[in-house]
């Protein structure tokens, strides 16, 4: 598999920044939570739904990831994506 989640990184939420509407910052908490405890889940159920391999699945679903973390930036601007996609820790550096 390309990610490995660490489910002891959701204890740690680190306090909202300024600049981050509270929105977002709610929806990366969540986001943060479901992709760390159900990670595997989530892969094995795509996988099994689109008939394709878990990394296909999972290739898939950074893609979707990536996806909307160019949503975020055309919302909230770069910064804001920036500190979303390090605030999740799940869409590796390019």
Same mark, same amino acid.
């Given at each position: 598999?390309?990610?490995?989640?660490?489910?002891?990184?959701?204890?740690?939420?680190?306090?909202?920044?300024?600049?981050?509407?509270?929105?977002?910052?709610?929806?990366?908490?969540?986001?943060?939570?479901?992709?760390?405890?159900?990670?595997?889940?989530?892969?094995?159920?795509?996988?099994? !739904? $689109? +008939?394709? #391999?878990?990394?296909?699945? @999972?290739?898939?679903?950074?893609?979707?990831? !990536? $996806? +909307?973390? #160019?949503?975020?930036?055309? @919302?909230?601007?770069?910064?804001?994506?920036?500190?979303?996609?390090?605030?999740?820790?799940?869409?590796?550096?390019?």
């Amino acid at each position: 598999m390309i990610y490995t989640p660490d489910p002891n990184k959701v204890n740690s939420y680190p306090t909202k920044p300024d600049y981050v509407p509270k929105r977002l910052f709610d929806y990366a908490i969540a986001a943060k939570r479901q992709y760390n405890y159900s990670w595997d889940l989530l892969i094995a159920d795509i996988a099994s !739904k $689109n +008939e394709c #391999t878990k990394e296909q699945a @999972e290739r898939a679903f950074l893609l979707g990831l !990536k $996806n +909307e973390l #160019t949503s975020i930036e055309n @919302e909230y601007g770069e910064e804001c994506r920036k500190w979303f996609q390090t605030y999740i820790d799940v869409i590796p550096e390019e």
